[in-house]
């Protein structure tokens, strides 16, 4: 069974910084790309960040220039970066694994991470 667990969630004051990790384990052959999903109260869940295993990136428009996602392969870890954090960032903070492949599976399924608070208030 994969396992995702996020850490780095808080509270900031905007235009503050905070850095979010998520490590993967479990008997984890290959994974295609590793996200970062928000979901604030009253609002459906939405991407934030998402990186393959090229490396190539992916953000949505509110946090382009301000958010920097990476990813260590070796160590099936992603991050995200997040700088000059603004109020309407408020949401919990959930870590995904697309495409994931186990030595013992046959086939390539998603995993979701427990979710971490992320509050901007002064």
């Known amino acids: 069974q994969v396992q995702l667990v996020e850490s780095g969630g808080g509270l900031v004051q905007p235009g503050g910084s905070l850095r979010l990790s998520c490590a993967a384990s479990?008997?984890?052959?290959?994974?295609?790309?590793m996200g970062w999903y928000r979901q604030a109260p009253g609002n459906q869940r939405e991407l934030v960040a998402q990186?393959?295993?090229?490396?190539?990136?992916n953000y949505s428009d509110p946090v382009k220039g301000r958010f920097t996602i990476s990813r260590d392969n070796a160590k099936n870890t992603v991050y995200l970066q997040m700088n000059s954090l603004k109020p309407e960032d408020t949401a919990v903070y959930y870590c995904?694994?697309?495409?994931?492949?186990?030595?013992?599976?046959?086939?390539?399924?998603?995993?979701w991470g427990q979710g971490t608070q992320v509050t901007v208030s002064s």
């Open positions: 995904n694994a697309h495409r994931v492949l186990t030595r013992t599976e046959p086939r390539e399924y998603d995993y």
């Open positions: 479990g008997n984890i052959f290959s994974i295609n790309a």
């Open positions: 990186i393959n295993s090229i490396g190539y990136t």
